[in-house]
């Protein structure tokens, strides 16, 4: 690609980002995505969304225009399938920059006495490190990658680009303790916990970024201050969606997985008046409280028509308990609930939106995180002060 081609489709993608953003791209950050081409980071064989939930390929040897096209749009980029499920992309690049900013790095660190050292944790393709790189500086990045393929293709791809940080092979979950202690911790997947070792490797006044996930619900963005005794603390922020951790025993995700579990025989049948769409229907704001204050919860819709016109399924990741809400086509002020197991899910949930509601419906914003030295999760709404309580299961219709 010539060099008024790469300014071209840099600046079209400069001007979505923005758009996405809201506000114009900063000098350093649009420096810095200027100076490290999207394409050079991406196969020759991609998947984009289809728009009818599933994924449709595009082949740069076959239709070259339309694979450069993608790779300078502002989307989210599958990158490698296994078993038939996406486990690597490529991610916004709007996204990319909302967590750079978040992390805060600039350019201006790389002046620093002693420089920013920087752990990313998910190379993928090398994009993001290559950007931190040209932000930071070579030596002050050092990122990690589970899979094999993908850290021998990153570190290639960051090469042919220019770049080259410390690439390990390694287990995302236990840090890089040989390049220790960095002054920002970055992931570019989701967790719903956040590993003792990421805190161990920080260095207090450090920050630590992470995308969130729950069961029921895979959203925002953790931010995290490390302080000297050990403890992190800091607020979720309302954005982005990322492939949760995996583990190296299986390469599997782990995070929101709804496993199959066997059916109690008993089970208990009532009505409620909350309706599912309120706790399913694709407010994020309720749904991420929902995953924080009923741990284990996972739903899927079923509109088949089998059982019920619509049927919300409810599941449980820890136990056998399950739940259905059934909607039967003509009443929205009341619906068939069926719960079984040794956890009361519906009525857990139900417990769980009426206190989201009389916190007056709190965004993601509001929620927050201390991580303590022991390693146990402390969530609070508004003010460390005010622990956010998972709901207890209540047995009462």
Not at 13 to 24: D, N, R, S, W
Not at 40 to 63: C, H, N, S
Not at 280 to 291: K, N, T, V, W
Not at 307 to 324: K, M, Q, Y
Request: include cysteine; hydrophobic fraction near 40%.
């Amino acid at each position: 690609m010539t060099a008024p081609a790469q300014a071209a489709h840099t600046q079209a993608l400069l001007a979505q980002v923005a758009e996405q953003l809201g506000h114009p791209v900063t000098g350093e950050l649009a420096a810095a995505l200027r100076r490290v081409p999207r394409h050079l980071f991406l196969p020759e064989a991609l998947w984009v969304r289809d728009g009818q939930g599933g994924y449709r390929p595009i082949d740069r040897r076959t239709d070259p225009h339309e694979w450069m096209a993608a790779a300078y749009t502002d989307q989210s980029l599958v990158t490698q399938f296994t078993d038939g499920l996406p486990t690597s992309s490529a991610s916004m690049p709007s996204m990319v920059l909302r967590m750079l900013q978040l992390i805060e790095v600039t350019a201006g660190e790389a002046a620093r006495q002693p420089p920013t050292s920087i752990l990313e944790l998910g190379t993928g393709t090398g994009f993001n490190a290559a950007l931190l790189c040209a932000l930071l500086g070579r030596g002050a990045v050092t990122t990690v990658e589970l899979d094999a393929v993908l850290a021998e293709q990153g570190e290639r791809n960051l090469k042919t680009a220019g770049y080259s940080p410390t690439v390990a092979l390694g287990d995302a979950a236990k840090g890089c303790p040989g390049s220790a202690p960095y002054a920002r911790v970055l992931a570019t997947f989701s967790v719903d916990r956040v590993p003792p070792a990421w805190i161990a490797q920080t260095t207090p006044g450090g920050r630590i970024v992470a995308p969130w996930t729950s069961a029921w619900c895979c959203y925002g963005t953790l931010a995290l201050s490390v302080g000297a005794s050990g403890t992190a603390q800091g607020r979720f922020h309302d954005f982005a969606s990322f492939m949760p951790m995996r583990c190296p025993s299986s390469g599997r995700e782990t995070g929101n997985g709804a496993r199959a579990q066997a059916i109690p025989a008993k089970a208990a049948k009532s009505a409620t008046a909350l309706s599912p769409w309120a706790v399913a229907g694709g407010d994020l704001d309720a749904e991420f409280h929902l995953g924080l204050t009923v741990p284990g919860a996972f739903f899927s819709w079923d509109t088949t028509g089998e059982h019920a016109p619509v049927r919300l399924r409810v599941g449980d990741t820890t136990s056998t308990s399950w739940a259905t809400v059934d909607y039967d086509g003509a009443h929205t002020t009341e619906f068939t609930v069926t719960q079984a197991g040794p956890r009361h899910l519906w009525n857990e949930i139900a417990a769980a939106y009426a206190s989201w509601e009389s916190h007056g419906r709190p965004g993601v914003g509001r929620h927050g995180l201390t991580v303590h030295a022991d390693g146990e999760h402390t969530l609070w709404l508004d003010f460390p002060d005010r622990p956010l309580v998972p709901s207890a299961d209540v047995r009462s219709h």
